[in-house]
């Protein structure tokens, strides 16, 4: 391929990428940090220039400050936007409002205590704060700098994040010509009042376009607000996690400086400053994954992967230059900070890259609404910094700072990629089905006018593509093992069925239709229609919500409903079959193949020879399995190749119960089954009336019915590929915990 055909299909990718908002966005704040920093450093290069040094010296610490203040009293309410906003519906308006206000108040409430105490903590600043004038405009301009931070966070979680650059070129552009217009004026406080008056400003103009121009024709979808336990369990532990980052970035430049003397602090703070400036990709990336990921979580997982990959796509080139040519780009700052500093800025250049791996993972984390990774990766990050620094330096000077963080960032990267590592044995982007057979099944649906838009990860042994045709939109599924062309078989075999229910009135419009089926050499692939609405995981993202959605399954539970006796196919396949795989699962283990079998005898005890009601059940309910249409009312019902009659509906709303977003951490269903079977009642009162709803809601013991469920969702697993089978990470947090809590009564 010649040269000129690379650029020609590498500037194709480049502008299909820039067709998807994500992307967009992703591109739009990494170049707005970009030049924020050059412009930042002609700031104060003019400032050196048109000011006397002890000027610049109190003028900075004041803005320093007034940064630090702000960036305490905002509360990370910035990530809150960016996740919540994009959901919030026409609640976004007041959720913005709410935050500014609240924000503002603190940031400005810690100016004043600051003033207050000014002549405790920071007495040199008593020059130029001592006037009622400066010390209005500092408490002034400390809620204009938190506001800021939180104006660009709005814009970009409505979609506006090229008004977000615009706002903070403005800001910059005016700050440096009020900089050069207050010299002769100011000379004392000119640096300081180019920085506060331009703050103000860009913050009014700014409030203007997004309150009456943005936020207006956001979405007119019905207000969707977080409550305030959902806000304080999210904003709460984030915050914790913010800070550690601020601790990690600011208090080792102060280390370095009391372990080795202000020269050698001096070139690190350079070639830190520059440093920063790369970590700056990756951010700008994930602010983009957090704002238009969190209404379409079901792509979180791919989008996630392809900011990695960008943003090391635009980093490593970066970090090459700085290695490489480390002691000629210091060159120019003197002879001392090219000895110095070449070792400290190759190191600090090249910890980007598993950087980038820690700040994504952050990201990904926040849209999850996993806040104990959150915190626990930003918190870890930040002790293992500063501690390495505080062994390093002593030995070995301003590299050793450089080394810690370095060390540190790619230790936290290496437990991501682990962890990672375990969930993609199970989670793959395709399923085991070859690219081959993939490649056959599209260009068969491809004959018909169908067309790939993408691929859909999936935890089974089955390929999902989101198809469409100038017509509609479709899902293809490619099964080629076993087990796949069985749930292929007998998901079309449901939809089919349930589909020409009369009795199910209007209720089948919620279903996918089949449009086709159709065999291939040692594979099936199964078309069916795709409904459009929002994924159940980012619409119900309040309890209350979620219950309510629930009722949308009331109509199947209710088709053939009635009592009958179980009978001995019944406990087969409930029990027997299901209690023989995990049986082999666990295998090589004898305690546990016990285990198994005492929860056999438990379960087949409370089953046998008992009339129950049953019906139709879904067999996989969670909220991912529902769609929301854009008055919050379900409209589709998804994945129902494990429905089937003479079935316990009670199942379907208590694995519900078990697998709602947010309702007992992050833990996995076995450990909240685990935690629930060592209390004397599993369900709570709400529970148990909001199980009652399903036919047959009460005529289980709670115990009974909480290992039926784990049972049930574990050999759904089993079945789906073997990939559950071999995993030891996930037995290890799914299945033998609960079976060693298997009661022997």
């Not at 996740?83 to 609640?91: C, E, K, M, W, Y």
């Amino acid at each position: 391929m010649s040269a000129a055909q690379t650029l020609v299909q590498a500037r194709y990718r480049f502008m299909s990428r820039l067709a998807q908002p994500v992307y967009r966005s992703g591109y739009t704040l990494v170049l707005n940090s970009t030049v924020t920093a050059v412009v930042g450093v002609g700031f104060w290069l003019l400032a050196a220039r048109r000011y006397s040094a002890a000027a610049v010296g109190r003028n900075s610490a004041a803005l320093s400050a007034m940064m630090l203040l702000a960036g305490i009293a905002q509360l990370n309410l910035m990530s809150s936007l960016l996740r919540f906003v994009p959901t919030a519906g026409r609640g976004a308006r007041r959720m913005v409002a709410l935050s500014y206000l609240v924000a503002g108040t603190l940031s400005a409430a810690a100016a004043v205590a600051f003033l207050a105490g000014l002549h405790i903590w920071a007495p040199a600043l008593s020059p130029l704060l001592r006037t009622p004038a400066t010390a209005v405009s500092f408490v002034v301009a400390t809620a204009a700098c938190c506001v800021l931070v939180l104006q660009t966070s709005a814009f970009v979680a409505v979609g506006r994040a090229g008004s977000a650059t615009v706002a903070n070129q403005a800001f910059n552009v005016l700050k440096v010509l009020l900089l050069y217009g207050f010299a002769a004026a100011l000379p004392d406080s000119g640096v300081y009042f180019s920085w506060v008056t331009s703050s103000a400003l860009v913050v009014v103009l700014g409030a203007w376009v997004l309150f009456r121009r943005a936020l207006p024709t956001f979405s007119q979808e019905p207000s969707n607000i977080p409550t305030l336990p959902d806000l304080t369990r999210f904003a709460g532990p984030d915050y914790v996690a913010s800070l550690s980052w601020i601790a990690a970035t600011t208090v080792v430049p102060i280390l370095v400086l009391n372990l080795t003397g202000a020269e050698h602090a001096a070139v690190f703070a350079l070639v830190w400053s520059v440093c920063l400036v790369l970590y700056g990709v990756p951010e700008a990336f994930g602010q983009a994954l957090v704002a238009h990921t969190s209404r379409e979580p079901a792509r979180l997982d791919e989008r996630h992967g392809q900011l990695v990959r960008s943003s090391l796509a635009l980093l490593t080139p970066a970090v090459a230059v700085l290695a490489l040519f480390a002691p000629l780009l210091l060159h120019p700052f003197g002879s001392w900070y090219a000895t110095q500093g070449t070792g400290t800025l190759r190191l600090l250049a090249v910890s980007a890259l598993p950087g980038t791996v820690v700040t994504l993972t952050v990201s990904h984390a926040r849209v999850r609404r996993h806040m104990v990774t959150v915190t626990c990766t930003l918190g870890g990050l930040c002790v293992l910094a500063l501690g390495l620094t505080l062994l390093l330096v002593p030995r070995m000077g301003i590299v050793g700072a450089a080394l810690a963080w370095f060390l540190s960032q790619t230790a936290v990267a290496a437990m991501i990629g682990i962890e990672r590592g375990t969930r993609r044995m199970i989670r793959s982007p395709r399923g085991p089905v070859p690219a081959a057979v993939r490649a056959r099944a599209l260009r068969t649906a491809g004959a018909a006018g169908w067309r790939l838009e993408r691929q859909v990860p999936t935890a089974s042994d089955t390929a999902v593509l989101l198809l469409s045709s100038e017509r509609q939109a479709a899902v293809l599924k490619v099964a080629t093992t076993k087990e796949g062309i069985a749930a292929l078989t007998r998901e079309r075999q449901v939809l089919s069925q349930l589909r020409s229910e009369d009795r199910l009135g209007p209720w089948r419009d919620m279903l996918p239709t089949v449009l086709d089926a159709f065999e291939l050499p040692g594979a099936v692939a199964l078309l069916t229609s795709r409904i459009d609405g929002r994924d159940g995981r980012s619409a119900l993202v309040d309890r209350r919500d979620a219950l309510a959605a629930a009722a949308a399954i009331a109509p199947l539970h209710g088709l053939d409903s009635g009592q009958f006796p179980v009978d001995e196919q019944l406990l087969r396949r409930w029990v027997r079959d299901p209690v023989a795989r995990l049986r082999a699962a666990v295998a090589s283990n004898a305690r546990l193949v016990d285990d198994a079998s005492r929860l056999e005898a438990l379960l087949h005890g409370h089953l046998a020879h008992r009339t129950l009601t049953l019906g139709w059940a879904h067999g996989d309910f969670h909220t991912g399995n529902l769609l929301l249409d854009g008055r919050g009312a379900v409209c589709g019902v998804l994945d129902t190749g494990q429905a089937q009659d003479r079935d316990l509906p009670v199942l379907d709303l208590a694995h519900w119960l078990l697998t709602l977003p947010g309702a007992e951490g992050r833990r996995q269903l076995g450990a909240r089954v685990t935690a629930r079977l060592g209390t004397a009642e599993c369900w709570s009162e709400d529970e148990i009336r909001f199980l009652s709803l399903a036919p047959g809601g009460g005529e289980l013991p709670g115990s009974v019915l909480l290992l039926l469920c784990w049972l049930r969702h574990v050999d759904t697993n089993l079945i789906k590929s073997d990939r559950y089978r071999t995993n030891m990470i996930w037995l290890r947090r799914n299945v033998i915990p609960v079976l060693r809590k298997v009661p022997h009564e």
